[in-house]
Nanobody
């Protein structure tokens, strides 16, 4: 079992920045692929970013590439999402997710076994 707890969400103006964090417990963190997904009201969940167990590779959705950065600190069991140049369309509940060490499809939500409760990000125009 893996427990995931997100933090760092809030209300920010368009163009601003936020940093989300997700702390994992219950299993060796450095064996996990970690991802961030988001779901806006009335919309389907969508992939945001993912990172391999050792931080060696990252993936981003086209909509956030160049603005968001995913990183991890295995010593602190933490994965973070730095979000810059935020836009109103980034408004959503952001969830972190944990999957197996070698994930064949890190952009696919079905590749993840564990999910956090999520943190709300609201970007005002």
């Amino acid at each position: 079992q893996v427990q995931l707890v997100e933090s760092g969400g809030g209300l920010v103006q368009s163009g601003g920045s936020l940093r989300l964090s997700c702390v994992a417990s219950g299993r060796t963190f450095n064996t996990l692929t970690m991802g961030w997904f988001r779901q806006a009201s009335g919309k389907e969940r969508e992939f945001v970013a993912a990172i391999t167990w050792n931080g060696g590779m990252t993936w981003y959705s086209d909509s956030v590439k160049g603005r968001f950065t995913i990183s991890r600190d295995n010593a602190k069991n933490t994965v973070s999402l730095q979000m810059n140049s935020l836009k109103p369309e980034d408004t959503a509940v952001y969830c972190c997710a944990a999957g197996p060490r070698f994930s064949p499809a890190p952009k696919n939500a079905n590749s993840y076994n564990y999910w956090g409760q999520g943190t709300q990000v609201t970007v005002s125009s």
